[in-house]
């Protein structure tokens, strides 16, 4: 092997030596790529649920104030009903 790379013109020893270096830095570099582009579709779909949460959480808070107008309406407080029935239509949307 040594003998063929000794008879090699000098142009075509720094293409090996191009084509190793290039092959070395090939490798590393797609895994690092590859693993940057699954941090960001992971970031990208933990943003996403973020704002679903978010909506879940404006659901829970309509809930329990129904809920406790409803309380208070049962219990005999008649000056809440109004707010009760608006509250019941933003937990129906």
Do not use: C, Y
């Not at 797609?30 to 404006?58: F, P, Q, S, T, Y």
Request: charged fraction near 20%; proline fraction near 1%; aromatic fraction near 4%.
């Amino acid at each position: 092997m040594k003998q063929h790379i000794s008879n090699l013109k000098m142009s075509r020893k720094f293409m090996l030596i191009a084509l190793l270096g290039l092959a070395m830095v090939a490798l590393p570099a797609w895994l690092a790529i590859r693993h940057e582009l699954a941090a960001l579709h992971m970031a990208k779909a933990e943003a996403d649920g973020v704002a679903r949460a978010g909506d879940v959480l404006k659901l829970i808070q309509f809930t329990q104030q129904h809920r406790a107008l409803s309380a208070m309406v049962l219990g005999g407080a008649t000056d809440g009903a109004g707010a009760r029935e608006g509250k019941a239509r933003q937990v129906e949307l």
